[in-house]
């Protein structure tokens, strides 16, 4: 008997996978242009300035890619833990709880010189992974909805860090709702002047290899899939259950932690009021675009980057308000949640 | 002549998989007719059936209903032509009325937007009469039995005027009294008129029911043929492309010392008195096949519980060789221990979907596969290859595992359960839902394990399966074990003498 059997191709596989988020993508920009021509007197020098200002300058290219950082380090943790079947929605108290930790533990280190900065960064991601994986420990025990827990503990942090950084912490020589300054041992090196970029930039490389080899190359990484899979044949393979409800929402905790402390170190050297918001959020949003695939963050992120970029310069050059980037970025979040866009390019599943 | 449906060189293959599921498949059927479509898992019968009521879209081909070219493209465009399907899994609203159930979507309303229940009810008990049915049309589907709620759906057809009736392996959940009255129903159905297309492998039923039977193997129709033309062995042969063999058993060689034992397990469910498990003593020796049986709800599932680690005991506790893995209050720990285990519950279970046959293969034995630092990828994809080749498995190692056939998917969880095996292995409802031509490599395969000294405790609901394999053989019925039987009282033994001990009627060498 004659059967045609193709293999199995995994790059055509790959191909076909992104055209979905390729459309959300196109969607979403095509939003903005003709949202350019409602908003705007000048829509042809907004929609120019949007998608050339990022390329402008060094200095525009640089901030973009800084901007990105944080993104790339935070979608990593919620990629992690999302994996593991757990959602973490509380990237923004995680994220400001980790700046202000190492913060205040770079300041009082001062004295012990790089062992100070490491160790400050290593206090800021367990402060961070402590109050996420606290949230995996309500699972494990009392089957506590995750979703709820890490967003309501997120929000109390934040008002916690608001207080100590306008008491017990506040600067008393600068106007603004800020801590001291780091000390200059803890500031990182600038690798694109005058832009803020940053050597943050290899920390966030070293944490998608790092990532990825956790996720696809380690017994823990194939573990955690095969949990977050499917919980009830985890179980039938040994799996622990507690471990992988746990561990994942630490990781994720202390990745949005370490992003935090990276944001302070690289580029605002303390911790300002309200520096962070809406980090926590865009760091899941890439999570999301990327699909839960450490590679994938960083153009996610790049993309994130690029329309927080463009807003600003259309913003500079054209008479738009920087909200544009908010409307673009909420597109493609919204968007993004649709799996039938997403699997667009991979024909129907089988019924 | 006159053909309600004609189905001409359809062929449909599955992208994701690059699986032609059908390939030039031609289908005829007459008025009034009992057609039954036969052949082995993952032979493409359920797919050829789906894309007639437009589930699924085909590649080519052409599909002619009363001499007219139609394009069938959802259930809806299907269902106006008088096509109607009734799946392996039913698709009710639990908590709705039979009338309810029957009329949704297509309900009587007073002034078109109020639910008229007494014109609906009447209508449906109308109907039901007309049948011969015997439920009843406000009793509520939850309390229903399957065959009963199978009634159910195949009103819901009738509801729509349906002429055509596919059913998919209606058999496979009901009881024989439960298949009997079915086929009174088909009977009376295809009196009137009605084509009906029955799914199945089943082959004394097609016998029984049948007018034709057409026969697919690996996607193509392989024949049609008049079934009082053609006898039982004529149409196995067909669907499994070769003859049956008998199993050959060596002569039993049981080891000393029990491998498994259970000791007075018992489970209590919470507020009740009646045990779900009562004082179960299992000892299980290498070499041995040990079968338990019961009908469902009867302590079996129980079993299969608490040996998962599922469910914690209330009371006794569960050994292997000297390690005790669970006393009263606690879980077996057999999981994290690796014993190899066959669930019955292969689907959500023994597999994950989501992930590869290479990852599901891996799965229970991963310390192998990955050193202190990495991944051995290229262990992994010969590990696979190799059991694929070995039990003739129809998958790629990167495939997703749930692209496959619930045959295939079976044969990668006894691959991968098999292949760790050190002197035991529990199966439950090993063959449930497989074709002949699996059943009988699985049987085979377990049969060779014991020969190898290997203990098998074999949970099953299968009489046929349980009688040609086990050496000994323990009856549940209510929580209990009510009978034993040694290897020189199990060939003689018949299904029907076993009919009282599972009913709980009578009980027989306890005393051991």
Redesign the interface.
């Known amino acids: ?1 004659k ?6 191709n ?1 790059f055509v596989y790959m191909i076909r996978s992104l055209f979905g988020m390729f459309i959300i993508v196109m969607i979403s920009l095509i939003s903005l242009i003709l949202l350019s021509y409602f908003l705007s007197a000048t829509p042809k020098r907004t929609i120019y300035y949007f998608f050339s200002g990022p390329f402008s300058s060094l200095y525009a290219f640089g901030n973009m890619i800084n901007d990105a950082i944080p993104l790339i380090i935070g979608g990593l943790g919620v990629s992690l833990a999302f994996r593991a079947g757990n959602m973490n929605i509380g990237g923004e108290g995680q994220v400001y709880t980790g700046a202000l930790i190492a913060t205040i533990v770079a300041i009082a280190l001062e004295g012990f010189g790089e062992i100070g900065v490491v160790l400050s960064i290593f206090l800021a991601m367990a402060a961070s992974g402590l109050l996420a994986g606290f949230s995996g420990y309500l699972k494990a025990k009392w089957n506590t909805n995750e979703l709820i827990t890490t967003f309501l503990v997120s929000n109390a942090m934040i008002l916690i860090v608001n207080y100590l950084i306008s008491g017990p912490f506040v600067d008393p020589l600068t106007n603004l709702i800020s801590t001291r300054q780091i000390p200059e041992v803890a500031e990182l090196t600038l690798v694109l002047p005058p832009s803020n970029l940053n050597t943050s930039l290899v920390t966030a490389l070293a944490a998608v290899f790092i990532i990825h ?1 956790l996720m ?4 823990t990484g ?2 955690l ?2 949990y977050g ?2 919980n ?7 799996i622990s259950h507690t471990y992988y409800q746990i561990m994942p929402m630490f990781v994720s905790g202390a990745m949005y932690g370490l992003s935090g402390a990276m944001a302070i170190f690289g580029t605002y050297h303390a911790v300002i009021k309200e520096f962070s918001v809406g980090l926590g959020w865009n760091a899941l949003a890439v999570a999301l675009i990327a699909r839960y695939r450490p590679f994938a963050v960083i153009p996610a992120a790049l993309f994130f980057a690029y329309i927080d970029s463009g807003a600003h310069s259309a913003m500079l050059y054209s008479d738009v308000t920087f909200e544009l980037s908010s409307i673009v970025q909420a597109t493609v979040f919204f968007l993004v949640s649709s799996v039938t866009l997403q699997r667009l390019g ?6 | 002549m006159s053909h309600v449906l004609e189905m001409i060189d359809v062929t449909k293959m ?7 599921a059908n ?1 030039k498949v031609n289908l005829e059927l007459n008025r009034g007719e009992i057609l039954s479509l036969a052949g082995e898992n993952g032979a493409g019968k359920t797919t050829l059936m ?1 894309i007639l009521y437009g ?3 085909f590649d080519e081909g052409t599909i002619i209903i009363d001499g007219k070219k139609q394009n069938i493209k959802n259930p809806i465009a299907a269902q106006r032509l008088g096509i109607g399907m009734v799946h392996q899994h039913f698709m009710l609203v639990d908590e709705f009325s039979v009338a309810q159930n029957v009329v949704l979507g297509n309900e009587i309303t007073t002034k078109g937007l109020f639910y008229d229940s007494k014109k609906n009810n009447k209508r449906v008990a109308q109907l039901i009469d007309e049948h011969n049915f015997t439920i009843h049309a406000e009793d509520k589907v939850a309390r229903l039995s399957v065959g009963e709620k199978q009634q159910v759906e195949i009103l819901k057809m009738l509801y729509r005027d349906i002429r055509i009736l596919i059913l998919d392996e209606p058999t496979a959940t009901l009881t024989i009294q439960e298949i009997t009255s079915l086929f009174a129903n088909l009977r009376r159905l295809k009196k009137r008129g009605v084509s009906i297309i029955l799914i199945t492998h089943k082959i004394h039923e097609i016998k029984e029911i049948s007018d034709r039977v057409c026969i697919m193997r ?3 129709m392989i024949g049609c043929y008049e079934t009082r033309n053609v006898d039982e062995s004529f149409i196995s042969k067909i669907m499994m492309g070769d003859m049956r063999t008998k199993i050959e058993k060596s002569p039993l060689k049981r080891s000393r010392e029990a491998i498994l034992s259970l000791k007075s397990v018992t489970v209590m469910r919470r507020h009740q008195t009646q045990p779900l498990l009562d004082d179960i003593n299992i000892e299980l020796f290498g070499g041995e096949i040990l079968g338990c049986a019961g009908i469902s709800g009867n302590g079996l599932g129980q079993l299969e519980s608490i040996l ?3 469910l914690p005991l209330s009371k006794g506790e569960i050994t292997y060789h000297d390690e005790l893995l669970s006393t009263t209050h606690q879980r077996a720990t057999t ?4 014993l190899p ?1 066959v ?1 019955s ?1 292969r689907l ?8 590869t046959v290479s ?1 599901n293969m ?3 034995s ?2 192998n596969f ?1 050193p202190p ?3 051995q990828k290229k262990k992994i994809y010969q590990h696979t290859s190799s059991l694929i080749k070995d039990y003739d498995i129809k998958a ?1 190692p ?2 997703l595992i749930g ?1 496959l056939s619930g045959g295939n998917i079976q044969k990668v969880i006894l691959a991968r359960e098999i292949e760790k095996i050190k002197d035991l292995i529990i199966c439950s409802e090993v063959t449930w839902g497989l074709d002949v031509g699996s059943a009988l490599f699985v049987h085979k395969k377990i049969v060779e394990l014991r020969n190898t000294g290997v203990g098998v405790l074999l949970l099953s609901s299968n009489l046929d399966e349980i009688l040609s394999l086990s050496d000994r053989l323990l009856i549940f019925s209510r929580g209990s074990i009510v009978a034993h039987f040694n290897e020189t009282e199990i060939p003689h033994l018949t299904k029907e003498q076993l009919g009282p001990y599972l009913l709980g009627k009578a009980t027989k060498g306890l005393n051991r």
Not at chain 2, 14 to 20: F, G, H, K, S, V
Not at chain 2, 335 to 338: D, N
Request: proline share 4%; no cysteine.
């Open positions: 008997m059967r045609k059997i193709e293999r199995f995994p080899a696809y190359r380690s017994k194939f573990e899939r095969m899979n499917n009830k044949f985890a179980m039938y393979a040994g991979l024909g129907k599943r089988r019924v | 599955y992208q994701e998989t690059q699986r032609i390939h789906k589930l699924i879209p690996a996607g193509e998962l680690g599922a999981r994290k221990l690796g285990f669930p519950d959500y279970i023994g597999s994950s979907l989501e992930a990852e891996i799965a229970t991963r310390e990955f630092f990495g991944i790629t990167h495939q692209t």
